[in-house]
């Protein structure tokens, strides 16, 4: 027990990992509330996306602002400005590499946000009030940058770990042509990958050779020529230890936010546009719902989203920059335009049915509903389970 009058001891500094873990916190709690707040936000819209009830809506939003406040207040506020020093200091000690400058304008805009959260933090408006939900709607763009970029941050703190000493010499090459040999046998089974601080990629690989396993690190591209075996490991466990820590990856759309999204514009699902054609007894109607499903515009029918995406997916497989990404998203970018070709005949056969002005013969009788229904007292059959492959996350 402490004597009377004893000064209290020094709280021992809090380690990099420390610091990045309260900025991994704050995400982690971030994307909870996030979605329980899209939840509520879609009970105060339509079928179609439109929000029908604002002032419910506008609860929702302000509910959300206010927990991610209290959660910054538990995970950041004390210590966000000394997990952005050590971040700048990690990059300091590290190689220059083209993507320093820009990790440091991210540290800078992070701080900013910081301090304006810190002075609102310092500064609150009074409870309940109108200015405390006007106050808290302006805050959460910069708590939406700590949730979305935060990670950089605490990727960048950790940075600490001094990697083992790679392969040299005749150890090196040996290595790789074991591994090149492996790749010809298809037995060169990759695990991860990831970019060190200098730039270049690792990638972890499973190494088979007869009945034997061994985890290897590549260096470079390993469908591209000139890669080579960087060392070879116990299990992945021990790769990771040994080899240069991963740095945050890269983004794809530079301005995307998972916690600051704009509102989607309103869009019919494919589940809705086949019932309206089993309802229809006209060609008019199924040239209405094909004519939707082949619209563009704001709101775009599922065609031309599918399109949108196929052609984006190929745009990001290209940016992974390497052999395999390039060759599919050129297959990508070839399907977009397949698939655009098949709007645009959607579309043609659409305007062509509803030109036709005619129905359905009178012969194709409706089915009363009696005749569907279950007898009493009988559970309707069960649909079956689904069924996926599994598939292995990295």
């Known amino acids: 027990m402490r004597p009377p009058g004893a000064p209290i001891p020094d709280t ?31 009970a105060t819209r339509d079928r179609y996306g439109r929000t029908v009830l604002p002032e419910a809506a506008a609860t929702a939003r302000a509910l ?10 538990s995970h950041l506020a004390p210590h966000a400005e000394e997990l952005l020093g050590a971040a700048h200091l990690a990059i300091d000690e590290r190689t220059p590499a083209r993507h320093a400058s820009g990790w440091r304008s991210v540290l800078y805009d992070l701080a900013s946000s910081a301090s304006t959260i810190r002075h609102a933090l310092d500064h609150p408006a009074a409870p309940g ?28 703190a950790e940075q600490h770990r001094r990697p083992g000493v790679p392969l040299t010499g005749d150890e090196l090459l040996d290595w790789t042509d074991r591994a090149q ?8 089974e990759l695990i991860e990958s990831w970019y060190a601080a200098d730039g270049k990629p690792i990638t972890l690989a499973y190494l088979h050779e007869d009945d034997d396993s061994t985890v290897v690190a590549l260096s470079g591209d390993p469908d591209a020529p000139g890669w ?17 820590p991963p740095v945050p990856p890269g983004v794809f759309k530079p301005d995307a936010s998972r916690f600051n999204r704009p509102e989607q514009a309103p869009e019919t699902t494919l589940q809705e546009l086949l019932r309206d054609i089993h309802e229809a007894r006209s060609a008019g109607d199924v040239s209405e719902t094909l ?31 390497t052999v395999q990404g390039r060759q599919i998203g050129g297959r990508l970018t070839a399907l977009s335009r397949q698939l655009d070709f098949l709007t645009q005949e959607v579309h043609e056969a659409a305007e062509e049915l509803g030109e036709t002005v005619a129905v359905l013969p009178p012969y194709r ?11 009493v007292n009988t559970t309707p059959a069960v649909p079956p389970p689904r069924t996926s492959t599994p598939a292995r996350h990295r």
């Open 129 to 156: 009030s109108a200015t405390e939900r006007e106050q808290h709607q302006d805050l959460w763009p910069h708590l939406a940058a700590w949730a979305d970029h935060g990670y950089i941050a605490a990727d960048l």
């Open 181 to 188: 040999a492996a790749q010809r046998r298809d037995e060169l």
């Open 365 to 375: 009788i409706p089915h009363t509903r009696s005749r569907e229904q279950p007898a």
């Open 228 to 244: 080579h075996v960087l060392g070879h490991y116990a299990d992945e466990y021990a790769a990771g230890q040994a080899l240069p």
């Open 64 to 73: 959300r602002a206010r927990e991610a406040i209290a959660e910054y207040r």
């Open 12 to 42: 021992p500094p809090l380690t990099p990992s420390d610091l990045a873990t309260g900025a991994r916190n704050f995400r982690l709690k971030m994307a909870v509330l996030t979605l329980r707040a899209e939840r509520a936000l879609n």
């Open 291 to 321: 004519l939707t499903v082949a619209q563009h515009g704001y709101e775009a029918g599922p065609m031309v989203r599918l399109h949108e995406l196929l052609r984006t997916a190929g745009k990001f497989a290209a940016a992974l920059e």
